[in-house]
């Protein structure tokens, strides 16, 4: 039904075999393709569009910083991608994902939080999301106000409309 339009512009600088075990962190530039195993975090240069690609075989037990991710494999671990993450249906994410963007196919896993970023604009971080003129962000303890709630209050405290 919906045809994948191929991304030419995508261009693999390094590959990690199959049967190649990392122990420690990589830092990578451009495109990384991995087949094999990393026991450790794997980050890019920031401010790139840096592309990481992990095939089904492949397999991360460490934090993914990267711009771009696309997953078919195992990450145990938070990922968090400035602008695009893709989850294959082989997908297996055991923490959290933050993303921009995020495109999951039927049969991907993740046991953890889907954190939405805002994109980065100038003057703001990845981090960094700010609260509209009438919006006013929740506390920790409180959640965000329902149609039956009022802002700033949780469900049975005084106030609230339960």
Do not use: W
């Amino acid at each position: 039904m919906f045809k994948r339009k191929p991304n030419s512009s995508v261009t693999v600088d390094t590959l990690i075999g199959a049967k190649t075990r990392i122990k420690g962190d990589v830092e990578f530039a451009g495109g990384l393709h991995l087949d094999g195993t990393i026991h450790g975090n794997v980050t890019c240069e920031p401010a790139t569009d840096a592309f990481l690609s992990v095939s089904e075989h492949g397999r991360i037990e460490g934090s993914v910083f990267a711009p771009n991710v696309l997953l078919n494999g195992t990450v145990t671990g938070n990922i968090e991608a400035a602008q695009r993450v893709e989850l294959g249906a082989k997908a297996k994410v055991l923490g959290n994902v933050a993303y921009t963007v995020i495109e999951t196919a039927v049969g991907a896993q993740i046991n953890g939080k889907l954190i939405h970023q805002a994109a980065a604009g100038p003057g703001q971080g990845p981090d960094q999301t700010p609260a509209g003129p009438d919006q006013t962000p929740a506390g920790p303890d409180q959640a965000p106000a329902g149609p039956d709630q009022t802002p700033g209050t949780t469900q049975g405290e005084p106030g609230s409309q339960s």
